[in-house]
């Protein structure tokens, strides 16, 4: 069986806000708890860490021969589409003896319907918004380390790279 281990990696977007994915990261707790899976692991595409490149070397370093990560995301757009598979796709080159999957986004399911329907039920009783103070944004600063992910035309690209050298492959910097 330890030729065939297998881990997931639950990725979701990032937030400066650190305890905003503290719902996947019980997802994924709960995964490996409840023995659903044997190596779990929780990344961030930008901002807090972990990042893909650290947990997939977590899981490599724990025997995984097959990596599934499945992206946290709802909708398909292009970080579901373009960025995480090309950034997968880099990484996965360091472990030619690893398969590494590209997995279904969260999307539509009909227990997400049963979800929506549940926080509808529970929101009703919640105060119109006028009655609600919302949390000053400068709360939440961009740490100095945390990096974010951008997108840029060549153009752009060809000359970020003039002014700063090639060492950013995925073209994260930070804010």
Wanted: hydrophobic share 35%; glycine share 8%.
């Amino acid at each position: 069986m330890s030729g065939n281990k297998e881990a997931v990696i639950l990725m979701g977007h990032g937030s400066r806000v650190p305890d905003a994915g503290q719902g996947m990261e019980k997802v994924a707790r709960t995964l490996k708890e409840t023995g659903f899976c044997g190596i779990v692991e929780v990344c961030y595409m930008e901002r807090q860490g972990p990042r893909f490149d650290e947990a997939l070397a977590k899981c490599v370093a724990a025997g995984a021969m097959r990596v599934v990560l499945i992206p946290y995301f709802l909708h398909r757009g292009l970080h579901t589409r373009v960025d995480i598979p090309n950034m997968m796709r880099h990484e996965a080159d360091k472990y030619p003896d690893v398969t590494v999957i590209f997995g279904t986004n969260l999307g539509y399911d009909d227990l997400l319907l049963q979800l929506v329907k549940k926080r509808i039920g529970e929101s009703r009783q919640l105060s119109d918004v006028r009655k609600v103070e919302p949390l000053d944004r400068e709360k939440y600063p961009l740490p100095p380390e945390a990096q974010v992910f951008v997108t840029m035309s060549q153009e752009e690209a060809a000359e970020y790279k003039e002014k700063h050298g090639d060492h950013c492959h995925h073209h994260h910097h930070g804010h």
